[in-house]
């Protein structure tokens, strides 16, 4: 079992950066792939990135494409989100999660979720 602990996120004006940590607990998570998604009040679940157990193979959502980064620490058992030139549009509750197959866009393939931590975007 995984459990997952988000942090990093807060209030930042447009064009500011941010890096979100999720920190991971259990023997086990350098098998998992790691995966973040948000929420924007009002909407679905969006994919924003995902990152291999490696390390090796990252992906991104369009809208996000260019501006953040996946990382992670097996060592330390942390999931970085590195995102840079934020916009209100990014405002949203971010979500670590960890799929014990595969790097997915989807989320209903991960099986386990953190807290979330939320990010506000100014303009």
């Known amino acids: 079992q995984v459990q997952l602990v988000e942090s990093g996120g807060g209030l930042v004006q447009a064009g500011g950066s941010l890096r979100l940590s999720c920190a991971a607990s259990g023997r086990t998570f350098s098998s998992y792939a790691m995966g973040w998604f948000r929420q924007a009040p009002g909407k679905e679940r969006e994919f924003v990135a995902a990152i291999n157990w490696s390390g090796g193979i990252t992906y991104y959502g369009d809208s996000v494409k260019g501006r953040c980064t996946i990382s992670r620490d097996n060592a330390k058992k942390m999931v970085y989100l590195q995102m840079n030139s934020l916009k209100p549009e990014d405002t949203a509750v971010y979500y670590c999660?960890?799929?014990?197959?595969?790097?997915?866009?989807?989320?209903?393939?991960?099986?386990?979720w953190g807290q979330g931590t939320r990010v506000t975007v100014s303009s």
């Open positions: 999660g960890a799929d014990r197959s595969r790097a997915s866009t989807l989320q209903y393939e991960y099986d386990y």
